[in-house]
């Protein structure tokens, strides 16, 4: 039976970071995958992932994103690919919408620098916006955007090239936790390991059936448009963006976007979104073929409020959402085996955190405690 130090069962977006951070410190560690690394199938594509320090969810998460900031940086000088581009990120909203004061409190609170822009300096800087006089703007200059399958790819790889072992198209039929250590089967072989790492994405129900916590999958769509006026679009001029001006006109949620991305790092054209837990599903049997109907509500935010950026709609992809009960991520270790370490619910916010939760899942799995803040994390919460 092949053995290792740690397994990790998933090598999306946490799986690989956690297996890249092990395999640098030296640790003998099989990543299983049941599908290709990486793939299209879960959380981690579309070309582009938001990342931001002034966090609106909840200011603890704002010493995590500093630690991320700095493990892009080290994964870029690395691997030599550039994965992270500073954009800034304009957010904006009602005064009282979350986005906007939340995103204020954890700027004082961190001390973070930002700026508030009135009606009519938002429509000097960024006049590509059309929003109702009574909103806010609020501005940060550290924002920008992750290119997730370059992430998922540059983590797997350089993990390999420190001695990581990894396998695509390889699922886990079954996993066992003894006192002895761990134990995972697959199809093709048994594998025994004294610390297995939890990473199933959108498959975790099947993969955790005993935590004790109710996760959602919800299917979400992305759309891309070529905008009426692309050159105000442009990758350097445009920031990131988020809006929320719900529930005027019916909408919900959060849109948001980027800038236009340069030919070859992919979709052409504008892209928008919705952030907002949608249709749910099962990841095993889900719609994956974009209908008339996904970019709709995104178009009809775009055009409103983005109109240059209401052109002809060129993309749509769907991409899947594990929901946590209260929209935080859920990182811990098994209340049940002290050998299993898990990473779940990353509710549609959690790629930004990719590289500092590969290094907690490290930590958690080897050490049994992190020195980053993740308590509040913890499934403690929901009483486990």
């Known amino acids: 039976m092949p053995t290792f130090d740690a397994i990790i069962l998933g090598l999306g977006s946490m799986g690989s970071a956690a297996a890249f951070h092990l395999a640098r410190r030296g640790v003998k ?83 973070l620098p930002h700026e508030i822009l009135d009606g009519d300096a938002l429509r000097k800087r960024f006049p590509q916006f059309t929003v109702p006089e009574d909103s ?93 006026q692309p050159e105000q679009f442009a990758l350097g001029r445009f920031p990131s963006w988020a809006l929320d001006l719900s529930p005027r006109e019916s909408f919900r949620g959060v849109h948001y976007g980027f800038p236009m991305a340069p030919p070859g790092m992919g979709n052409p054209g504008f892209k928008a979104a919705l952030h907002w837990p949608d249709e749910g599903c099962n990841p095993a049997t889900v719609d994956r073929t974009p209908r008339d109907s996904d970019a709709a509500e995104v178009r009809a935010a775009v055009e409103r409020y983005i109109p240059a950026g209401a052109g002809p709609l060129l993309a749509a992809r769907i991409c899947l959402y594990t929901n946590s009960p209260d929209g935080h991520f859920i990182v811990d270790r098994h209340p049940l085996h002290d050998n299993v370490t898990l990473a779940c619910g990353f509710s549609g916010h959690g790629f930004k955190f990719v590289s500092v939760m590969g290094e907690v899942l490290a930590d958690l799995a080897m050490k049994g405690v992190s020195a980053q803040p993740v308590d509040f994390l913890r499934l403690k919460r929901f009483g486990r």
């Open 29 to 111: 560690v099989l990543g299983l995958e049941q599908h290709s690394i990486p793939h299209a199938l879960g959380s981690h594509h579309g070309f582009s992932r938001m990342i931001r320090l002034a966090y609106f969810e909840h200011p603890d998460y704002v010493a995590l994103l500093r630690r991320s900031y700095a493990l892009w940086d080290e994964l870029e000088r690395e691997s030599g690919q550039k994965l992270l581009h500073i954009t800034g990120g304009l957010y904006l909203g009602r005064p009282d919408s979350e986005l906007v004061t939340g995103s204020i409190r954890a700027a004082k609170e961190y001390n």
């Open 136 to 228: 806010l703007a609020f501005y940060e200059n550290k924002a920008g955007f992750l290119l997730p399958e370059a992430v998922v790819s540059t983590h797997a790889e350089t993990a390999m090239r420190h001695g990581a072992e990894l396998h695509g198209h390889e699922p886990a039929i079954e996993w066992k936790s003894t006192a002895a250590g761990v134990t995972v089967r697959t199809a093709k072989a048994t594998y025994h390991a004294a610390r297995l790492i939890i990473a199933a994405g959108a498959w975790t129900n099947d993969v955790l059936r005993d935590l004790g916590v109710e996760l959602k999958v919800t299917r979400q769509a992305m759309a891309w448009f070529w905008p009426r």
